[in-house]
């Protein structure tokens, strides 16, 4: 990806705009004792956690290595003899690989895939991104439900709550959309007759 669209996203930057925003005393720094402080970083961690698990964000995917468990740990009646360790800190599984091969003929029970493979067993999964990975159409939303988090808490403005929520909603389905458009597979843009007649003059 393109660092050029990447910004750091400042977790205290984030929370002052939206106290700003709504009416409300800024503060300093992290971890600052107020009520303000307390209110938008309650609603900025669970906004971070609900918006990475609820999209498969690009600047959110990674693909790691699966470790074997002892077959003791592998519940499968399936695949008793090929258990691995999903990660732990990951939100949800989105695709296994052996080797360089998507399969699709595995069990998840708890925490442990098992399949027929031995060894070489990859997965795709979702996980919180670090900060300096969201995307800056992301994050407008992240400050957007801080907003609404920090007028119910603080303000006890439930219907303005709610219309930044609204707000929110409308700005994610933009910004999934846009940024989904930077990996080819997912480009709502793209002419396949136009792709088709491209790979024609190769």
């Not at 670090?130 to 400050?143: K, L, Q, Y």
Request: a negative charge.
């Amino acid at each position: 990806m393109d660092a050029s669209i990447l910004a750091g996203m400042d977790k205290l930057t984030i929370i002052n705009n939206a106290l700003f925003a709504t009416g409300n005393e800024t503060v300093n720094v992290l971890n600052d004792p107020s009520d303000e402080y307390r209110a938008a970083n309650a609603a900025f961690d669970r906004t971070v956690r609900f918006l990475a698990a609820r999209h498969t964000w690009p600047f959110a995917m990674t693909t790691e290595l699966l470790t074997r468990v002892p077959d003791v740990d592998n519940k499968s009646r399936r695949f008793s003899k090929n258990g691995f360790q999903l990660p732990p800190d990951m939100f949800h599984l989105k695709e296994v690989y052996f080797n360089t091969c998507i399969f699709t003929d595995y069990e998840i029970i708890g925490d442990v895939l098992s399949c027929n493979y031995e060894s070489d067993v990859y997965a795709a999964v979702v996980k919180a991104p670090a900060d300096a990975r969201w995307h800056p159409m992301a994050e407008e939303v992240i400050t957007r439900y801080v907003e609404a988090g920090c007028l119910r808490s603080l303000n006890e403005d439930f219907a303005e709550a709610s219309r930044r929520e609204q707000g929110a909603e409308l700005l994610l389905t933009e910004a999934r959309s846009h940024v989904d458009q930077q990996n080819p597979a997912r480009n709502t843009y793209k002419s396949r007759v136009a792709e088709a007649r491209r790979s024609r003059r190769v």
